[in-house]
C-alpha cells in the first residue's frame, strides 16, 4: 500500500519525518529516495530529532554513516551518494548495523543494491510546485503498521 503527503515546507518536512520516527519506534530499515535537494536529509533531521536528539544532524555524505545514539536506541543515518561499488559496504561492516534495536536510514539506497537488507519502508520525495511530495511504500508488516500510523497522524493535522 502506498501513501502520498504533499509538503509545503521545511518544517511540515521536519514534522513528517518526527511522524515516521514515532511510527517506527526506533527501529528498522528506512529506504530514502529523491534528487539531489529533494529533502532527504531534512526528514533525517526531523525524524532524528524526533526520536530525541538535541544539537546538529548532518548529511554523512563524506563519513558515510553517521551514528546517533538516543534513550529509544541506536539511529544510523547513511548517505550512499559518494559509493562507487556496494561491496564497499562490506569492508564499512555494513552488517553490524542492522540489528533489532536500530533504524538505519538509508540515502541513495541503490548504491547499495545487492549488499543492503530489504528495508521495512521506502520513502521517495520530488517536487511538486513549490513543495515537496512524499510517497511512503511499506515492503514489511513492520513498515505497513508504520504507514497506518503516520497516515492517521497526518489525518489529525489537515483541517
Known sequence: MNHEFL?????????????????????????LQGDLGAGKTTLSRGLIRGQGHIGAVKSPTFTLVEPYELATGVIYHFDLYRLLDPEELEFLGIRDYFSADS??????????RGV????????????EGAGRRVGLQAHTARG????????????KKQP
Open 7 to 31: 509538503i509545503t515546507d521545511e518544517d511540515a518536512m521536519q514534522a513528517l519525518g518526527a511522524a515516521i520516527g514515532s511510527a517506527m519506534q526506533g527501529r528498522g530499515v528506512i529506504y
Open 103 to 112: 533504524l538505519c536510514l538509508i540515502e541513495w539506497p541503490d548504491k547499495g
Open 116 to 127: 543492503l537488507p530489504m528495508p521495512d519502508l521506502s520513502i521517495t520525495i520530488g517536487n
Open 144 to 155: 505497513e503498521d508504520a504507514c497506518v500510523a503516520i497516515q492517521q497522524s497526518q489525518s
